[in-house]
């Protein structure tokens, strides 16, 4: 049975080598990333899938700025490749969407495969007039409003708002999200 809870600090070191081998040792020089670099992700949405006690997906959204409205940034998401293709990463996905919109967040931009990411509603037109901080495939840098009009007038370049990580925080409440047999 796999697990939705929200991410432990003691998570740390295993999400790094996940990240790692889903997106090898290029994975720090994406645009996306000087969004995420010194900041922590954003209260309660870090998210871990587990079986059991092993960690095998994750997902993090970040504070932004997006063109003057406040936003999350999602990514990265990944899972353990031995648990590909079994609904984990949509399950992540679903779950990080819904606690931001519980938690009251307007919006969610992300950079990902526009065919994938628009089964969650996630659409080029929100972020049209929005830049990110460096190169990316426009067809990719994709939002997904969580609140009509969040993103309505944004315009400019998109740029980090998140906690530094050198500010202690308090784990947030880390029972299981979503219980399932995926």
Known sequence: MIEI????PGDAPAIEVLLDDAFG???RMKTAERLREGRRPADGLALVARDGVRLVGTIRLWHVDAGGRPAL???PVAVRCQWQSRGIGATLIRASVARARDHGHG?????????????????????????MPGPVELERFLGLE?????????SGI???TGVLSGVSHAPADARPLIAAAL
Do not use: S
């Not at 969580?146 to 944004?154: D, I, R, S, V």
């Open 25 to 27: 040792p290029n994975r």
């Open 158 to 160: 998109v740029t980090a």
């Open 73 to 75: 940034l999602l990514g």
């Open 5 to 8: 809870v929200t991410e432990a």
């Open 146 to 154: 969580l609140q009509p009009g969040a993103l309505e007038g944004a």
């Open 107 to 131: 919006a969610v931009i992300l950079v990902g495969d526009a065919p994938y990411y628009g089964r969650f509603g996630f659409e080029r037109e929100p972020v049209l007039d929005l830049a």
